[in-house]
């Protein structure tokens, strides 16, 4: 069992910057993908960033150019650079490490962009 802690979410005005970080209890596998996903009010969740444990990083339409997902093998831990912040972007945002045929979940961080 891989435990996830996001933190770094928050209340943030139309066009300011957040950086949401993820630390794993454990270190990351070579075969691991890690991601964000988000989840607004009456909404499914949907994917915001990947990267795997190279560089390989995959990207939402709706954040591309605004939003960076990298990582830090050493301390095990997953960052989304959110800059650029639009209110369409406020949701519950969730940390997922993808290994084998496991798929681990974090508790989520709130993120409200205001207008």
């Known amino acids: 069992q891989v435990l996830l802690a996001e933190s770094g979410g928050g209340l943030v005005e139309a066009g300011g910057s957040l950086r949401l970080s993820c630390a794993a209890s454990?270190?990351?596998?070579?075969?691991?993908?890690m991601g964000w996903y988000r989840q607004a009010p009456g909404k499914q969740r949907e994917l915001v960033a990947t990267?795997?444990?190279?560089?390989?990083?995959n990207y939402a339409d709706s954040v591309k150019g605004r939003f960076t997902i990298s990582k830090n093998n050493a301390k095990n831990t997953v960052y989304l650079q959110m800059n650029s912040l639009k209110p369409e972007d406020t949701a519950v945002y969730y940390c997922?490490?993808?290994?084998?045929?496991?798929?681990?979940w974090g508790q989520g961080t709130q993120v409200t962009v205001s207008s």
């Open positions: 997922n490490l993808k290994r084998f045929v496991y798929s681990y």
């Open positions: 454990e270190s990351f596998f070579s075969t691991d993908t």
């Open positions: 990267i795997t444990t190279g560089t390989s990083t």
